[in-house]
């Protein structure tokens, strides 16, 4: 009997110490379980820019996966420009980016170079889109150049694989990005439908945040539908375009739902991914003072 009670105790002492880890491991505000981190923009590296240097500054100082959101080495994506701008910048983060393509990867073509620096981790050669996991949450990676991919339609590959890869990945939070951008301040920037039938198929399966480039500035945006109405719902939308090509110009009035927005400040958007929540916060080179920060629940 003494054994048996010694044993139990044991076992007992062995699920405190093993809850007090999780405790005290865990982030304040984020729940008991882990919490990631997300870091990166769009729009980046060019030999003559200079902001692409003070961004991957800023990659240099944060942990976690880098994402890009497109247009990474200017003017079309050679591999000259991956090596010579890119590389010497973000491209030390290399090992733990997961990019998106622009359309000016497409300045040469097929975006091979693209694919040859990144190799798989840009997803399956001429596709470029492709999913990964990170803690709680599933990231979904697109290629908005749709007519490099065979198109965006219902029955076009990229779709049909969304949809399947969606109905198998069922978790609590979903985030995805990819270049262009539905929702602009600035009309200037091509037409949204290229991407509408993404964030129809994303906002049926109850995403989260979508993050796009393509405009060269800050702006974030509440919660909307697909079809631009406010939802507690809908999809939280980040153009963070930013990460070192020359800041945008506004062309036209402010989308009703948007929150933040900034026009020329080079800069890194830092998303931490926990349980059923997240936190943002826009942190720009030195010598800049615009940020932006908060936090929401998944649906």
């Not at 949450?137 to 969304?162: D, F, K, P, T, Y």
Request: charged letters at 25%; proline letters at 5%; glycine letters at 14%.
């Amino acid at each position: 009997m003494r054994k048996t009670v010694l044993v139990v105790s044991s076992m007992a002492a062995a699920m405190l110490l093993a809850c007090l880890a999780v405790v005290l491991t865990a982030e304040p505000g984020l729940g008991r379980t882990r919490t990631v981190t997300l870091v990166g923009a769009g729009d980046i590296a060019g030999c003559d820019f200079g902001a692409d240097h003070a961004t991957a500054k800023l990659l240099g100082k944060t942990r976690g996966t880098v994402f890009t959101l497109g247009d990474n080495a200017y003017p079309d994506g050679t591999r000259a420009q991956f090596r010579r701008c890119y590389g010497r910048t973000w491209g030390k983060y290399k090992k733990r980016t997961r990019p998106a393509a622009g359309n000016r990867e497409y300045g040469t073509p097929g975006a091979k170079p693209y694919f040859d620096y990144f190799g798989k981790a840009a997803g399956k050669r001429g596709q470029g889109y492709y999913s990964y996991d990170r803690g709680s949450w599933h990231i979904v990676v697109l290629n908005s150049n749709c007519e490099e991919v065979g198109g965006c339609g219902a029955s076009s590959r990229q779709v049909r694989w969304l949809r399947r890869n969606l109905a198998k990945h069922r978790a609590k939070c979903t985030l995805a990005y990819f270049h262009h951008p539905l929702f602009a301040s600035g009309r200037g920037y091509d037409s949204p439908e290229r991407v509408k039938r993404f964030w129809s198929i994303l906002y049926k399966r109850d995403a989260d945040v979508i993050l796009s480039g393509h405009a060269h500035r800050y702006e974030r945006y509440a919660p909307q539908t697909p079809g631009g109405k406010r939802s507690d719902r809908g999809i939280r939308q980040f153009i963070v375009g930013t990460g070192g090509a020359p800041g945008g110009t506004q062309y036209g009035p402010n989308d009703p739902h948007l929150q933040a927005k900034n026009l020329r400040t080079p800069g890194v958007l830092k998303l931490r991914l926990g349980s059923g929540t997240y936190n943002w916060k826009f942190i720009p080179v030195a010598g800049r003072n615009f940020t932006d920060s908060g936090k929401d629940q998944c649906h």
